[in-house]
């Protein structure tokens, strides 16, 4: 999935509960490059609980993005 924004309250970082008091916005513009490239090259999988979350969506190519309690559209190919 490509995703132009990534905007939510943090509730959970690796599955362990977070109290709601930090907003996220997450773009390619707001991740600092040094913090992008350290993720890439190390092949990173951060799991992130987001609670209230809006997705500017992209693209998605393959495969099935089920996330419970989205509201979404879509448009034919």
């Known amino acids: 999935m490509c995703v132009e924004s990534l905007t939510g309250t943090l509730s959970g970082l690796e ?16 991740v600092p490059e040094w913090l992008y490239d350290t993720v890439g090259k190390l092949d990173l999988k ?6 209230d979350a809006d ?13 419970p309690g989205i509201h979404g559209y879509g448009t034919p190919r």
């Open 55 to 67: 997705i500017d969506q992209a693209g998605q190519v393959g495969g099935e993005l089920v996330i």
């Open 46 to 51: 951060l799991q992130l609980g987001l609670d």
């Open 15 to 30: 599955g362990v509960p977070l109290p709601p008091v930090l907003r996220l916005h997450l773009a390619p513009d707001t």
